[in-house]
Protein backbone atom coordinates (compact mmCIF):
# COMPACT_ATOMS: atom_id res chain seq x y z
CA UNK A 1 0.00 0.00 0.00
CA UNK A 2 2.67 2.06 0.32
CA UNK A 3 4.75 1.67 -2.33
CA UNK A 4 1.46 2.35 -4.37
CA UNK A 5 0.82 5.37 -2.48
CA UNK A 6 4.54 6.78 -3.35
CA UNK A 7 4.16 5.58 -6.95
CA UNK A 8 0.75 7.47 -7.30
CA UNK A 9 2.54 10.77 -5.74
CA UNK A 10 5.14 10.52 -8.22
CA UNK A 11 2.85 10.16 -10.90
CA UNK A 12 1.20 12.91 -10.25
CA UNK A 13 4.29 15.04 -9.63
CA UNK A 14 5.17 13.92 -13.35
CA UNK A 15 2.09 14.85 -14.76
CA UNK A 16 1.20 11.25 -15.75
CA UNK A 17 -2.09 11.22 -14.37
CA UNK A 18 -4.76 12.27 -17.44
CA UNK A 19 -7.05 15.25 -17.08
CA UNK A 20 -10.21 15.41 -16.81
CA UNK A 21 -12.68 16.13 -19.75
CA UNK A 22 -14.82 19.02 -19.12
CA UNK A 23 -16.83 21.46 -20.63
CA UNK A 24 -16.21 24.01 -22.55
CA UNK A 25 -19.82 25.80 -23.73
CA UNK A 26 -20.44 29.09 -22.88
CA UNK A 27 -23.49 29.76 -19.85
CA UNK A 28 -25.13 33.13 -19.52
CA UNK A 29 -27.80 33.84 -17.16
CA UNK A 30 -30.11 36.81 -17.94
CA UNK A 31 -29.01 39.73 -16.02
CA UNK A 32 -25.65 39.20 -16.14
CA UNK A 33 -23.05 42.04 -17.14
CA UNK A 34 -19.10 42.02 -18.29
CA UNK A 35 -16.66 43.98 -19.34
CA UNK A 36 -14.08 44.22 -21.93
CA UNK A 37 -11.24 46.11 -23.63
CA UNK A 38 -11.74 46.07 -27.85
CA UNK A 39 -8.99 46.34 -30.79
CA UNK A 40 -8.88 45.31 -34.30
CA UNK A 41 -6.51 46.64 -36.68
CA UNK A 42 -6.90 45.91 -40.72
CA UNK A 43 -4.75 46.77 -43.48
CA UNK A 44 -6.63 46.26 -47.02
CA UNK A 45 -5.72 46.93 -50.77
CA UNK A 46 -9.40 48.39 -52.47
CA UNK A 47 -8.94 48.11 -56.06
CA UNK A 48 -11.48 49.87 -58.24
CA UNK A 49 -11.52 51.53 -61.94
CA UNK A 50 -7.84 50.27 -62.15
CA UNK A 51 -6.79 52.26 -59.01
CA UNK A 52 -5.25 50.36 -55.99
CA UNK A 53 -5.79 52.28 -52.73
CA UNK A 54 -3.91 51.08 -49.16
CA UNK A 55 -6.77 51.81 -46.79
CA UNK A 56 -5.76 50.87 -42.75
CA UNK A 57 -8.08 51.16 -39.62
CA UNK A 58 -7.21 50.98 -35.99
CA UNK A 59 -10.32 50.51 -33.54
CA UNK A 60 -10.08 50.72 -29.99
CA UNK A 61 -13.10 50.58 -27.70
CA UNK A 62 -14.51 49.73 -24.55
CA UNK A 63 -17.23 46.90 -24.27
CA UNK A 64 -19.69 46.44 -21.94
CA UNK A 65 -22.13 43.43 -22.13
CA UNK A 66 -25.26 42.44 -20.54
CA UNK A 67 -27.01 39.01 -20.93
CA UNK A 68 -31.08 40.10 -21.81
CA UNK A 69 -32.38 36.43 -22.15
CA UNK A 70 -31.23 32.84 -22.25
CA UNK A 71 -32.93 30.37 -24.52
CA UNK A 72 -33.17 26.61 -23.69
CA UNK A 73 -30.69 25.67 -26.21
CA UNK A 74 -28.41 28.13 -24.51
CA UNK A 75 -28.02 30.57 -26.82
CA UNK A 76 -28.01 34.21 -25.53
CA UNK A 77 -29.05 37.75 -26.23
CA UNK A 78 -26.79 40.39 -25.61
CA UNK A 79 -26.66 43.64 -25.43
CA UNK A 80 -23.34 44.93 -26.31
CA UNK A 81 -22.84 48.81 -25.47
CA UNK A 82 -19.41 50.28 -27.17
CA UNK A 83 -17.74 53.44 -25.50
CA UNK A 84 -14.46 55.09 -25.94
CA UNK A 85 -14.38 54.47 -29.53
CA UNK A 86 -11.08 55.71 -30.93
CA UNK A 87 -11.07 55.12 -34.80
CA UNK A 88 -7.60 55.75 -36.87
CA UNK A 89 -8.00 55.71 -40.60
CA UNK A 90 -5.23 55.50 -42.87
CA UNK A 91 -6.06 56.10 -46.70
CA UNK A 92 -3.24 56.86 -49.03
CA UNK A 93 -1.02 58.07 -46.92
CA UNK A 94 -3.19 60.20 -45.14
CA UNK A 95 -4.53 59.78 -42.01
CA UNK A 96 -7.54 61.31 -39.91
CA UNK A 97 -8.21 60.12 -36.25
CA UNK A 98 -11.96 60.14 -35.08
CA UNK A 99 -12.88 59.94 -31.13
CA UNK A 100 -16.03 61.38 -28.96
CA UNK A 101 -17.87 58.86 -30.86
CA UNK A 102 -21.51 58.35 -29.30
CA UNK A 103 -22.05 54.80 -27.00
CA UNK A 104 -23.40 52.64 -29.41
CA UNK A 105 -25.30 49.24 -28.48
CA UNK A 106 -25.88 46.54 -30.64
CA UNK A 107 -28.29 43.15 -30.15
CA UNK A 108 -26.49 39.68 -30.50
CA UNK A 109 -27.57 36.63 -30.27
CA UNK A 110 -24.50 34.19 -29.39
CA UNK A 111 -24.84 30.59 -29.03
CA UNK A 112 -23.19 28.27 -26.15
CA UNK A 113 -20.27 27.53 -28.56
CA UNK A 114 -19.84 30.89 -29.26
CA UNK A 115 -21.19 31.31 -32.53
CA UNK A 116 -22.40 34.87 -33.26
CA UNK A 117 -26.22 33.76 -34.59
CA UNK A 118 -27.52 37.28 -35.26
CA UNK A 119 -26.32 41.25 -35.14
CA UNK A 120 -29.08 43.79 -34.63
CA UNK A 121 -31.76 41.18 -35.92
CA UNK A 122 -29.67 40.08 -38.72
CA UNK A 123 -28.71 36.47 -39.43
CA UNK A 124 -24.95 35.78 -39.67
CA UNK A 125 -22.76 32.90 -40.49
CA UNK A 126 -19.22 33.72 -39.34
CA UNK A 127 -19.80 36.82 -40.28
CA UNK A 128 -21.30 39.71 -42.25
CA UNK A 129 -20.16 39.27 -46.26
CA UNK A 130 -19.41 42.93 -46.21
CA UNK A 131 -17.33 42.45 -42.80
CA UNK A 132 -15.75 39.68 -43.74
CA UNK A 133 -14.53 41.22 -47.12
CA UNK A 134 -13.46 44.28 -45.39
CA UNK A 135 -11.30 42.63 -42.76
CA UNK A 136 -13.74 42.82 -39.80
CA UNK A 137 -15.75 39.82 -39.96
CA UNK A 138 -15.32 39.00 -36.79
CA UNK A 139 -17.05 41.90 -35.14
CA UNK A 140 -16.89 43.22 -31.79
CA UNK A 141 -17.18 39.86 -30.22
CA UNK A 142 -15.57 36.76 -31.15
CA UNK A 143 -14.52 33.39 -29.63
CA UNK A 144 -13.02 29.96 -30.61
CA UNK A 145 -15.56 27.32 -31.55
CA UNK A 146 -16.13 25.59 -28.72
CA UNK A 147 -17.20 21.59 -28.52
CA UNK A 148 -20.53 20.09 -28.04
CA UNK A 149 -19.29 17.66 -25.42
CA UNK A 150 -17.10 17.63 -22.67
CA UNK A 151 -12.86 17.65 -23.73
CA UNK A 152 -9.84 17.52 -22.73
CA UNK A 153 -6.34 19.12 -23.71
CA UNK A 154 -5.17 17.51 -27.08
CA UNK A 155 -8.89 16.79 -28.19
CA UNK A 156 -9.76 18.34 -31.49
CA UNK A 157 -13.35 18.80 -33.37
CA UNK A 158 -14.41 20.52 -36.50
CA UNK A 159 -17.81 22.09 -37.39
CA UNK A 160 -19.05 23.29 -40.63
CA UNK A 161 -21.77 26.15 -40.49
CA UNK A 162 -23.87 27.61 -43.84
CA UNK A 163 -25.96 30.75 -44.01
CA UNK A 164 -28.14 32.16 -46.79
CA UNK A 165 -27.72 35.72 -48.00
CA UNK A 166 -30.33 37.78 -45.75
CA UNK A 167 -31.26 39.98 -49.11
CA UNK A 168 -31.01 37.88 -52.30
CA UNK A 169 -29.54 34.87 -53.27
CA UNK A 170 -26.26 32.67 -52.09
CA UNK A 171 -24.75 31.74 -48.99
CA UNK A 172 -21.96 31.76 -46.78
CA UNK A 173 -20.07 28.89 -46.00
CA UNK A 174 -17.59 28.66 -43.12
CA UNK A 175 -15.46 24.80 -42.03
CA UNK A 176 -14.04 25.41 -38.61
CA UNK A 177 -11.52 22.70 -37.05
CA UNK A 178 -10.68 23.24 -33.50
CA UNK A 179 -7.94 22.07 -30.34
CA UNK A 180 -8.18 22.56 -26.91
CA UNK A 181 -4.37 23.28 -26.47
CA UNK A 182 -3.95 23.48 -22.84
CA UNK A 183 -4.58 24.87 -19.49
CA UNK A 184 -3.27 27.99 -18.29
CA UNK A 185 -3.69 30.75 -15.58
CA UNK A 186 -4.98 34.15 -16.81
CA UNK A 187 -5.84 36.52 -13.84
CA UNK A 188 -6.04 34.01 -11.54
CA UNK A 189 -8.16 31.81 -13.08
CA UNK A 190 -7.05 28.52 -14.71
CA UNK A 191 -8.47 28.64 -18.20
CA UNK A 192 -9.11 26.78 -21.11
CA UNK A 193 -6.93 27.81 -24.60
CA UNK A 194 -8.89 26.54 -27.48
CA UNK A 195 -7.50 27.58 -30.92
CA UNK A 196 -10.09 27.53 -33.71
CA UNK A 197 -9.10 27.65 -37.25
CA UNK A 198 -11.52 28.45 -39.91
CA UNK A 199 -12.18 29.18 -43.96
CA UNK A 200 -15.14 30.18 -45.39
CA UNK A 201 -16.66 31.14 -49.15
CA UNK A 202 -18.75 34.14 -49.87
CA UNK A 203 -21.23 33.74 -52.85
CA UNK A 204 -24.33 36.19 -52.58
CA UNK A 205 -25.89 38.30 -54.79
CA UNK A 206 -28.34 40.84 -53.58
CA UNK A 207 -31.28 42.51 -54.69
CA UNK A 208 -31.53 39.32 -56.54
CA UNK A 209 -28.82 41.23 -59.10
CA UNK A 210 -31.84 43.46 -60.35
CA UNK A 211 -31.51 47.18 -60.64
CA UNK A 212 -35.20 47.06 -60.01
CA UNK A 213 -35.01 44.75 -57.17
CA UNK A 214 -32.36 46.63 -55.61
CA UNK A 215 -33.20 48.23 -52.14
CA UNK A 216 -30.41 49.12 -50.63
CA UNK A 217 -27.70 51.18 -51.12
CA UNK A 218 -26.44 49.28 -53.86
CA UNK A 219 -26.84 45.77 -55.69
CA UNK A 220 -24.90 43.42 -57.27
CA UNK A 221 -22.93 40.28 -56.46
CA UNK A 222 -20.62 39.71 -53.70
CA UNK A 223 -17.54 36.66 -54.34
CA UNK A 224 -14.73 35.86 -51.97
CA UNK A 225 -12.59 33.71 -49.55
CA UNK A 226 -11.47 34.64 -45.67
CA UNK A 227 -9.71 32.36 -43.35
CA UNK A 228 -9.20 32.96 -39.41
CA UNK A 229 -6.96 31.60 -36.43
CA UNK A 230 -8.99 32.34 -33.12
CA UNK A 231 -7.33 31.77 -30.01
CA UNK A 232 -9.88 31.64 -27.05
CA UNK A 233 -9.02 31.40 -22.89
CA UNK A 234 -12.32 30.25 -21.48
CA UNK A 235 -13.06 30.07 -17.82
CA UNK A 236 -14.26 26.52 -17.39
CA UNK A 237 -16.22 27.39 -14.26
CA UNK A 238 -17.76 30.83 -15.29
CA UNK A 239 -18.57 29.72 -18.71
CA UNK A 240 -17.59 32.94 -19.93
CA UNK A 241 -14.15 33.97 -22.21
CA UNK A 242 -12.05 36.06 -20.77
CA UNK A 243 -9.82 36.63 -23.70
CA UNK A 244 -9.61 36.51 -27.37
CA UNK A 245 -6.59 36.69 -29.94
CA UNK A 246 -7.21 36.51 -33.67
CA UNK A 247 -5.45 36.79 -36.90
CA UNK A 248 -7.42 36.94 -40.27
CA UNK A 249 -6.76 37.31 -44.07
CA UNK A 250 -9.62 37.57 -46.82
CA UNK A 251 -10.07 38.34 -50.55
CA UNK A 252 -12.71 38.75 -52.03
CA UNK A 253 -14.86 40.65 -55.29
CA UNK A 254 -17.79 42.71 -55.14
CA UNK A 255 -19.68 43.60 -58.65
CA UNK A 256 -21.68 46.21 -58.38
CA UNK A 257 -25.36 46.83 -60.56
CA UNK A 258 -25.98 49.43 -62.93
CA UNK A 259 -28.05 50.84 -60.21
CA UNK A 260 -24.83 50.87 -57.76
CA UNK A 261 -22.80 52.72 -60.43
CA UNK A 262 -25.30 55.32 -61.11
CA UNK A 263 -25.43 55.70 -57.26
CA UNK A 264 -21.89 55.94 -56.46
CA UNK A 265 -19.96 57.90 -60.10
CA UNK A 266 -16.62 56.83 -60.91
CA UNK A 267 -17.05 53.36 -60.27
CA UNK A 268 -16.79 51.14 -62.67
CA UNK A 269 -16.33 47.17 -63.54
CA UNK A 270 -15.73 45.12 -60.02
CA UNK A 271 -13.92 46.63 -56.64
CA UNK A 272 -11.26 44.22 -55.56
CA UNK A 273 -10.86 43.98 -51.54
CA UNK A 274 -7.45 41.76 -50.03
CA UNK A 275 -6.29 42.26 -46.63
CA UNK A 276 -5.60 41.20 -43.55
CA UNK A 277 -6.98 42.07 -40.02
CA UNK A 278 -5.80 41.11 -36.28
CA UNK A 279 -8.99 41.19 -33.12
CA UNK A 280 -8.05 41.46 -29.23
CA UNK A 281 -11.39 41.39 -26.98
CA UNK A 282 -9.68 41.18 -22.82
CA UNK A 283 -11.69 41.07 -19.66
CA UNK A 284 -11.70 44.58 -17.93
Not at 12 to 22: E, N, T
Not at 42 to 67: H, M, Q, R, Y
Not at 254 to 262: D, K, N, P, V, W
Amino acid sequence: MKRFALVAVFAIACGAVPAQAQTLALGYHAGDAYKYTFHSTTNETITAAGVSLPADVDISANEAVKVVSVDAAGAADLALTLSSVAIKGTTGGVSNTTTGVPDTTMDMKVAADGRILSLDGNQIAGGNPFLALSGMGGGFFVTAVLPSNAVKPGDTWSKDYDQASPSGTGSVHLTTHSTYLRNETLNGINTAVVETTSTGAIDVTLGNGDAAATTAAFGGSIKGTMTSNVTTWIDPIGHRVLKTHSTATNDGTIALSSASTTALPGLSGPITIKGTGTTDILSA
